[in-house]
């Protein structure tokens, strides 16, 4: 079964705080791991991929294939990192169906 | 470049209507998919095309259907509308199938049966 669990419905945090969004999977193969952002009014959009294992808005995180996690992590929360989160895998096998998480609500308290 | 445009942005249908949405994907983009987001289930695959041919289906019933058009536009129907169909309906398009391809998302349709 392919399925992503992201246990955090809500996360609070002051600005300035580490912040850190969690997300699991369940699959048996190697899957691509994506975080989705999605800003108040605006479309969803790709924050970043496992793949390409670098640093956007702040943002890094890091597959670890043993605990099937990847976490998303932030040192230093800003307000404007207010927004929905989404974590989403991707099947091997070149489709481009993606199995997304229920999504965590993060909010940069000032 | 222009973002993905689907269109109508709103509709409102009675149950048992159908309904047709459109997905104008990103210029040059080839690949489209469509996915349902609902407060309760979250986002969900719907269906993949690529070069007009459906390449994977998630688990929708059959009043679920959509095509491809040379053009790579899409559209999606729903047949014998159901009060549970009410949702956001998204589309995403890429340059093509595989790794590495990211998929960009548009601003979806937001269905309403009454």
């Known amino acids: 079964a392919q399925r992503v669990t992201q246990p955090e419905k809500l996360l609070s945090v002051f600005k300035g705080a580490p912040v850190e969004l969690k997300c699991n999977y369940s699959y048996s193969g190697s899957p691509e791991l994506f975080w989705y952002v999605q800003y108040s009014r605006q479309r969803l959009q790709l924050l970043l991929r496992h793949i390409s294992r670098e640093s956007i808005k702040g943002f890094t995180a890091d597959l670890n294939k043993g605990e099937t996690s990847f976490h998303l992590k932030k040192p230093f929360a800003q307000e404007e990192d207010s927004a929905m989160y989404y974590c989403a895998l991707r099947p091997q096998g070149g489709s481009e169906k993606l199995v997304f998480g229920k999504g965590t609500k993060l909010t940069v308290n000032p | 470049k222009a973002g993905v445009t689907q269109t109508p942005r709103y509709l409102i249908k009675t149950r048992g209507q159908q309904v047709t949405l459109s997905c104008s994907p990103i210029s040059g983009h080839r690949s489209v998919s469509w996915y349902q987001q609902t407060p309760g289930q979250g986002l969900q695959f719907l269906f993949e095309y690529f070069s007009e041919t459906q390449r994977n289906k998630g688990n929708f019933p059959g009043r679920f259907s959509g095509r491809q058009f040379s053009n790579s536009r899409s559209e999606m129907n729903v047949s014998t509308l159901e009060l549970g169909d009410s949702a956001l309906y998204l589309c995403?398009?890429?340059?093509?199938?595989?790794?590495?391809?990211?998929?960009?998302f548009g601003d979806g349709t937001r269905l309403s049966i009454l």
């Open positions: 995403a398009s890429s340059l093509a199938p595989g790794p590495y391809q990211p998929q960009h």
